[in-house]
């Protein structure tokens, strides 16, 4: 059985999703002391519970441990069964990073799946379903397989509520070369808006406009049904010839509009200096993937401590090295061996 310190590194609930989608992937036990050592609240939540139920599920797994507030985990895999699933986070619990659990093992299975999570698809500790959708999926289906993602409802901190069907035609991942991004082809911002005052969507907008020089017709509004609310999440989205950056600002109360655009503003700006190909939530996402195909490279920016982490959790499954060189240019080169 691996054992894994869990507070080592990043230490977050990172660590727990890697190591249970490895698991059911190389079929090697593991055991994660000390859960999210490092956060506020340590142990599992909500989300994470859900998590690794949903990798239970899918790859007929036995788990001990396996409740709120857990800061030990043994996880037991069986074999992973193709089939359709459907798991409700509850609250707005990410529905993305239950799907980053159990989408590696899906993809490798030798039948396709469809898969429904239901809890949030927009809150400010996971990536929203829009990046999912337009930034990370691509380059999976670049590797071989055919994910297909929709988003029926939105669901936003703290209420929940929204809804994500995902349909995975499973293949092996084949090792591809992501180094440049190419030309930019266009950039568009939006400001998602439910259950609350119109003009904090204006006010952000307003400010995407003036710092980004985006125009009326690149920056606008799109309010939901109130009833898929409360909830304000700003997108900026930069497309390239061979890929896509999505960055977001969530509302939260407390913070005005102007501050959740500007910051929002800075990260876009950040990226569209550097010509990286991955930025560093996508860098985060694609080193699993990557590690699986054996092989492949890509260009991100200065690498998280989250993918250190996740590299450092990797080797241990996996008998490939993953490493970050920096380029001249400032760039970091991420290579698979």
């Not at 080592?8 to 890697?18: A, K, L, M």
């Not at 999976?140 to 029926?152: C, K, Q, S, W």
């Not at 005052?197 to 006010?203: K, N, V």
Request: glycine share 12%; charged share 20%; hydrophobic share 40%.
């Amino acid at each position: 059985m691996i054992i894994i310190e869990g507070s080592e590194g990043e230490g977050g609930g990172q660590v727990v999703r890697n190591a249970c989608a490895l698991s059911l992937v190389t079929g090697k036990a593991v055991r994660i002391e000390n859960v999210r050592a490092k956060r506020s609240k340590p142990g599992l939540m909500r989300q994470h519970v859900t998590a690794v139920e949903a990798a239970c599920v899918i790859g007929n797994a036995e788990c001990q441990g396996l409740h709120v507030g857990s800061s030990v985990l043994s996880f037991t895999p069986g074999r992973v069964a193709p089939g359709e699933y459907h798991f409700a986070v509850g609250t707005a619990g990410s529905t993305g990073l239950v799907l980053q659990t159990v989408l590696m093992p899906l993809l490798l299975a030798d039948a396709p799946s469809r898969v429904v999570l239901e809890g949030g698809t927009h809150n400010m500790l996971a990536p929203p379903f829009d990046f999912i959708e337009k930034c990370f999926l691509p380059v999976i289906n670049r590797m071989g397989p055919t994910v297909e993602a929709r988003l029926v409802r939105h669901g936003f901190y703290p209420r929940g509520g929204g809804r994500i069907e995902v349909d995975i035609s499973p293949a092996p991942l084949r090792p591809i070369d992501c180094l440049e991004r190419g030309a930019l082809i266009g950039v568009s911002g939006q400001a998602l808006l439910a259950g609350l005052p119109f003009e904090i969507a204006e006010r952000e907008i307003k400010m995407v406009r003036r710092e980004l020089g985006w125009s009326d017709r690149e920056a606008g509004i799109r309010e939901l049904p109130d009833d898929q609310g409360p909830g304000n999440i700003l997108l900026l989205e930069a497309q390239f010839e061979h890929g896509t950056e999505i960055v977001s600002g969530f509302g939260q109360l407390g913070v005005t509009a102007e501050r959740v655009a500007k910051k929002a503003v800075g990260r876009m700006l950040g990226f569209l200096e550097s010509k990286a190909f991955a930025g560093p939530y996508l860098a985060d996402q694609l080193l699993l993937p990557f590690a699986l195909a054996g092989g492949g490279s890509f260009t991100t920016v200065k690498p998280s401590q989250h993918s250190l982490t996740a590299i450092d959790v990797i080797g241990r499954f996996l008998d490939r090295r993953l490493a970050f060189s920096q380029r001249p240019s400032g760039m970091h080169l991420l290579t698979v061996q």
